[in-house]
Nanobody, 116 residues
Framework: EVQLVESGGGWVQAGGSLRLSCAAS????????IGWFRQAPGKEGEGVAC????????YYVDSVKGRFTISRDNVKNTLYLQMNSLKYEDTAVYYC?????????WGQGTQVTVSA
């Protein structure tokens, strides 16, 4: 069973940085896509960034390109999201998400609050 546990959220002023972590376990192959999804109050949720388990290719939503970086540490089995130049509109609950053929897994979420 895949388990995802996020950490690293918090409060930061606009222009600041935060790094989110997602401790991942239970993967039995590299046939997956893992990434970050966010949900802000009153807005539709959106995928922020994701990475392929097989070749580490990555994808970013346009609004975070150049500011956010997704990476992983295979030794620690941890996925990261480095968020720089944070904006008020980045405020949301951020979820770690893993898609495996036939399955979709979510972490519990971590709140990121950016003050204007």
């Amino acid at each position: 069973e895949v388990q995802l546990v996020e950490s690293g959220g918090g409060w930061v002023q606009a222009g600041g940085s935060l790094r989110l972590s997602c401790a991942a376990s239970g993967f039995i192959s590299d046939d997956y896509v893992i990434g970050w999804f966010r949900q802000a109050p009153g807005k539709e949720g959106e995928g922020v960034a994701c990475m392929s388990g097989s070749d580490s290719s990555s994808y970013y939503v346009d609004s975070v390109k150049g500011r956010f970086t997704i990476s992983r540490d295979n030794v620690k089995n941890t996925l990261y999201l480095q968020m720089n130049s944070l904006k008020y509109e980045d405020t949301a609950v951020y979820y770690c998400n893993a898609k495996i053929p036939g399955h979709n897994y979510w972490g519990q979420g971590t709140q990121v609050t950016v003050s204007a």
